[in-house]
């Protein structure tokens, strides 16, 4: 095997590993989004657990943030909560930061 075969190899690896890493970060992030949103719904128990994986596989709908967005937007909107949008790409930021410290 060439040096250049050996190079691609290891740019697919460094990009499938890149991948799942950031994957995993987004997973945890949303984990702690859908707690604070459960918190704020105040949701206990089986509730709270079933919630936080549907704000994990919101994310599953299309890429980017925005599917994650409108789901808690729209739950929290409909648990009384308005003018909330600031607040929720705020949380979003900030859990995507802890989670990335979490990550390393």
């Known amino acids: 095997m060439s040096s250049f075969d050996d190079r691609k190899k290891g740019f697919e690896s460094k990009f499938a590993h890149d991948e799942e890493t950031l994957f995993k970060i987004n997973a945890k992030r949303n984990k702690f989004l859908g707690e604070w949103v459960a918190d704020k719904l105040k949701k206990t128990d089986k509730d ?5 994986l ?6 599953m709908l299309e890429p980017g943030d ?17 003018n909330i949008d600031e ?3 705020n949380k979003m930021n900030e859990f995507m930061e802890t989670a990335k410290k979490a990550a390393l």
């Open 54 to 59: 549907e704000v994990i596989k919101s994310d």
């Open 48 to 52: 709270k657990e079933d919630y936080i």
């Open 87 to 89: 607040e929720i790409r």
């Open 66 to 82: 925005e599917d994650v967005f409108r789901k808690v937007k729209n739950d929290l909107s409909q648990g009384g909560f308005d």
